[in-house]
T-cell receptor, first 114, second 113 residues
Framework: KAGVTQTPRYLIKTRGQQVTLSCSPI?????VSWYQQTPGQGLQFLFE???????NKGNFPGRFSGRQFSNSRSEMNVSTLELGDSALYLC?????????????FGPGTRLLVL | AQKITQTQPGMFVQEKEAVTLDCTYD???????LFWYKQPSSGEMIFLIY??????QNATEGRYSLNFQKARKSANLVISASQLGDSAMYFC??????????FGTGTRLTIIP
């Protein structure tokens, strides 16, 4: 079974631009979560989607948004990029609601904001 | 705040030795899950092992085992017979009955040949 895939793997943007990151979960997984990893703040939860609905949200400004499609693929959007948005963005999928709580992560997207 | 604490920022271990990575957590919830992930320099988070708060036995997965001491709120990862490929960052995490994971700050493990 294929793992979680994320595109693109690397991205360079300038301040003020917006960016969209994509995540395809493991087949059959309906929950997709997003995390931001930076050297200063560590790993932080952004949001989680299940059946096209946002169920959980972390403590991030409204510039960070996401959505999930009917095939469970998810996108994350960051508008008006700031230098501090430079990070590794990790997506994870899980079989939510089945008793198996394990989240499986993709390879991440490294975003550099100049 | 419900915090995960990993007190060892870095560890150096001789190849083939066993290593224990520490993890303690705050919680007032009776039901929770504890996870360990490995992150090599490539960045991908690799799931290693899971322990549910109601599990009676410590979890094991190959060379990985979890020393779960519920009363002490401790969930240490034990890696037996360490290998050079075990060099990586290791993160302890717990969930809150939903899909949100809270992570510790990680331990950088270096295996010395």
């Amino acid at each position: 079974k294929a793992g979680v895939t994320q595109t693109p793997r690397y991205l360079i943007k300038t301040r003020g631009q917006q960016v969209t990151l994509s995540c395809s979960p493991i087949s059959g997984h309906r929950s997709v979560s997003w995390y931001q990893q930076t050297p200063g703040q560590g790993l932080q939860f952004l949001f989680e989607y299940f059946s096209e609905t946002q169920r959980n949200k972390g403590n991030f400004p409204g510039r960070f948004s996401g959505r999930q499609f009917s095939n469970s693929r998810s996108e994350m959007n960051v508008s008006t990029l700031e230098l501090g948005d430079s990070a590794l963005y990790l997506c994870a999928s899980s079989l939510a609601g089945t008793g198996d709580e394990t989240q499986y992560f993709g390879p991440g997207t490294r975003l550099l904001v100049l | 705040a419900q915090k995960i604490t990993q007190t060892q920022p870095g560890m150096f271990v001789q190849e083939k030795e066993a290593v224990t990575l520490d993890c303690t957590y705050d919680t007032s919830d009776p039901s929770y899950g504890l996870f360990w992930y490995k992150q090599p320099s490539s960045g991908e988070m690799i799931f290693l092992i899971y322990q549910g708060s109601y599990d009676q036995q410590n979890a094991t997965e190959g060379r990985y085992s979890l020393n779960f001491q519920k009363a002490r709120k401790s969930a240490n990862l034990v890696i037996s017979a360490s290998q050079l490929g075990d060099s990586a960052m290791y993160f302890c995490a717990r969930n809150f009955g939903n899909e949100k994971l809270t992570f510790g700050t990680g331990t950088r493990l270096t295996i010395i040949p």
